[in-house]
């Protein structure tokens, strides 16, 4: 009796194995098809919205700042809450504070290397 089992244990082990990945792999493509089926349906909403005269107008409103004849269009810039920066715990100086540099010659000395410097070209790539 115990050689029928061990029998059986040996012809139904590699099998029952093979199943149990087949098993993980089905699981797996069933995920895939899952997540393909919802990015398929967020590409279908996309381009529902942009059939859309409304969506297509603020889009543009909003990305590429247009306006409809006869409206004016401000830009605000620089349009940050000062609360986002928080508090500022260092004091201004007034103290006037001189640079030891003389602007000119390192100017001068800029202007010179880089006619100095060597042409790298970018015909050749691309």
């Known amino acids: 009796m ?24 089905i699981a797996a493509l069933r995920e895939s098809v899952e997540q393909s089926t919802a990015e398929i349906a967020e590409v ?27 409206e004016i269009s401000f830009i605000v810039i620089d349009d940050v809450d000062a609360g986002v920066f928080g508090e500022d715990e260092a004091p201004v100086s007034d103290n006037l504070t001189e640079t030891k540099i003389n602007w000119a010659e390192s100017m001068l000395t800029s202007l010179v290397s880089a006619g100095y410097a060597d042409v790298v070209s970018d015909a050749g790539q691309g």
């Not at 059986?8 to 792999?25: E, R, T």
């Not at 279908?44 to 006869?70: C, F, H, I, K």
């Open 2 to 25: 115990m050689g029928i089992v061990v029998l059986g244990v040996i012809v139904v082990g590699p099998n029952f194995k093979a199943y149990i990945d087949q098993q993980q792999q």
């Open 44 to 70: 279908r909403d996309e381009r529902e919205r942009w059939n859309d005269s409304t969506y297509v107008m603020t889009q543009a409103r909003d990305r590429l700042y247009y306006v409809n004849p006869g």
